[in-house]
């Protein structure tokens, strides 16, 4: 989570600022100059950082402490930076069609983005909407599932992912993934509410509806945007076919071809994961070469009696090693790293910036395993890069699209080779030939190749939804067709429109944007190419660490400090040398197991 998608602060008295403050162009119809936007911009700048920090203050208590009184103060901090945005919006169309210096025109830009879902002017629907908000949220933080019967015991979704994780059977792994969607249809109404109050406020701001806002941050056509995307999926679809078959044949063998058809979708339930988004806890049932190679690192993690603090440290130290500023003292006094055993919290991972100068935290139900260890890593990444940014004005204080603010510490997590796990002592011995690399690769695919058409179907939904061409009655069953057009998955019991499944996905009650996700999947390899190169890696792109590299670190930090004060593509040059998106490294990446892959599934059926 990046700041600017969230958060704010509270309290009447910021619902006296505004924008255009006491200066006399406000109040005048002569003619608004050039230098009076350039004036606006910096009061706003200065009226939002302190909203803001308001909002993420309010928000951070109740994420951390879900009760129906923090619910209302997150709600109400939240109104007044809508509040703020609707009346700055409105005010900045005077200085429409003037020619401006290009960072007051991108700030000014950027102002009408800044809220994932902007409220409309009324007052009534703006209360209405950031109530909405809230408690969708806090549905989500608070969903547990208690039994068919309803009497217990009852489990929360760390508990209810583990059985996803751990267990082989059937029955067992049914009844954690009906459970947890049991959490979501009480989210219906509010979520279609959502909708409506959302598309509302973006068609004051211009907008057709909200999806063409969500696809307007990417500083080029919303419907260019949407052509990138498809070219980029089409670019990996086949190698996600490939592993897709693989996958389909092993766990046939698992669970019996009645259960697992040859040429149909993959029930939802036995892929290692609650969305079927990260298949990696599967490794075990799926290792190419079982034996080659000790790739456990949830073992030593465990035996090495490594704590939430001490994973985190891990994770702070490989940062350090590339040149960047240790984390502040009070990250580590005020950050959320476990989950506290006596009140309800938003368990999801995220990463916060509650001032936008230095008061920067994450908060997360840490266990010791190696997808957590992998998840600190990304977060991290997000805090790395807001202290990189933390000197630029609030409204550039974001990624350079949010697609790069996901990928940072992905791209550093990708450095998380063998050969890095021995260095730090998580593993014993570097697998060394072929064998060890193809079962290598098998554990980055499951996570990074399966997670794709997840990650690009989510926000296909969305934009459908808020341009109504998924309507109320078909929200659950175009949820269903997208996950088996693009995943090849499919629910393993039949749903209906009683059903909500997207709402037991974080990001849909949360409203956070899906497709930065994707986009990071296939930034975060170019990234890596770069900073591999940078730190003069010899050999191929997959046994690269950079850890220790100063000179990838460098460029990586000379990128990230630009935050969202340049168009993306100056960022990505920046670091890369190009300026376009691209999945080429990813492919280059996992050509290795691309190969191997492709002679496994010889006179298999693929597709689905
Ligand atoms: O939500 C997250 C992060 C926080 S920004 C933990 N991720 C997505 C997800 O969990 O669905 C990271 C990968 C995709
Ligand atoms: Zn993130």
Request: proline content about 7%.
């Amino acid at each position: 989570m990046t700041k600017h998608n969230w958060i704010l602060g509270v309290l009447l008295l910021a619902a006296c600022a505004t924008p255009g403050g006491n200066q006399a162009s406000h109040q005048g119809d002569s003619k608004p100059t050039p230098e009076e936007a350039k004036e606006f911009v910096a009061r706003v700048n200065k009226d939002l950082k302190e909203l803001w920090t308001r909002e993420a203050t309010a928000s951070w208590v109740k994420s951390t402490y879900i009760t129906e009184d923090t619910d209302r103060l997150a709600a109400w901090a939240r109104e007044e930076v809508m509040a703020y945005l609707s009346r700055a919006v409105e005010e900045s169309k005077r200085f429409d069609g003037l020619e401006l210096d290009p960072q007051t025109a991108r700030a000014l830009r950027l102002l009408r983005l800044s809220l994932p879902v902007p409220a409309p002017s009324d007052p009534a629907l703006r209360s209405e909407l950031a109530m909405v908000e809230s408690q969708m949220e806090s549905l989500y933080g608070r969903g547990k599932w208690c039994g068919p019967t309803g009497e217990g015991p009852c489990r929360d979704l760390g508990e209810l992912s583990q059985v996803l994780a751990e267990s082989r059977d059937w029955d067992e792994l049914l009844d954690a993934w009906v459970g947890w969607r049991t959490i979501s249809p009480p989210m219906r109404p509010l979520y279609q509410r959502n909708v409506e109050l959302g598309n509302l406020g973006a068609q004051e701001m211009g907008f057709s509806d909200l999806g063409e806002l969500w696809r307007s941050g990417y500083d080029m056509d919303p419907e260019q945007l949407r052509a990138e995307v498809e070219r980029l999926w089409e670019q990996v679809k086949p190698l996600y076919e490939d592993l897709h078959c693989y996958v389909r044949a092993r766990l046939q063998q698992v669970y019996g071809k009645d259960r697992i058809p040859s040429d149909g979708p993959i029930p939802a339930h036995v892929l290692g994961n609650m969305w079927a988004q990260d298949w990696s806890n599967l490794y075990p049932l799926l290792e190419p070469y079982p034996g080659q190679g000790d790739l456990n690192v949830d073992a030593a993690l465990v035996r090495q009696n490594y704590d939430a603090v001490k994973m985190t440290k891990l994770g702070e130290q490989f940062f350090l090693s590339l040149g960047f500023d240790p984390l502040p003292a009070t990250f580590w006094t005020r950050s959320m790293l476990t989950q506290p055993r006596d009140r309800d919290v938003v368990c999801h991972a995220s990463a916060w910036d509650i001032t936008g100068e230095g008061d920067i935290r994450i908060k997360m139900c840490i266990r010791p395993t190696e997808e957590d260890l992998i998840t600190i890593h990304h977060e991290l990444g997000h805090n790395f890069y807001y202290q990189k940014y933390n000197h630029l004005p609030i409204l550039f204080q974001a990624g350079a699209h949010d697609g790069f603010h996901e990928a940072v510490g992905d791209a550093i997590a990708l450095s998380i080779t063998p050969g890095y796990l021995k260095q730090v002592g998580l593993i014993a011995d570097v697998p060394k030939d072929d064998k060890g690399l193809v079962n290598f690769q098998m554990k980055m695919a499951l996570q990074k190749i399966a997670f794709l058409p997840f990650g690009k179907l989510i926000d296909q939904w969305r934009w459908d939804v808020f341009a109504g061409r998924i309507p109320p009655e078909r929200y659950n069953q175009s949820w269903w067709e997208l996950v088996e057009k693009y995943q090849g998955v499919a629910p393993p019991v039949p749903r209906s429109e009683a059903d909500f499944d997207p709402g037991a996905k974080y990001h849909i009650p949360a409203n956070v944007p899906y497709l930065r996700y994707f986009l990071a999947h296939i930034l975060q390899f170019q990234f890596h190419k770069a900073m591999c190169e940078a730190a003069g890696h010899q050999g191929i792109l997959a046994d690269c660490s950079v850890y220790g590299s100063k000179a990838a670190g460098e460029k990586l930090q000379a990128m990230l400090a630009l935050g969202q004060s340049r168009p993306w593509p100056d960022a990505l040059e920046l670091l890369t040398g190009t300026r376009t998106m691209d999945a080429g490294p990813l492919l280059e990446y996992f050509e290795p197991l691309r190969n191997w892959l492709q002679e496994q599934n010889q006179g298999q059926t693929c597709g689905w």
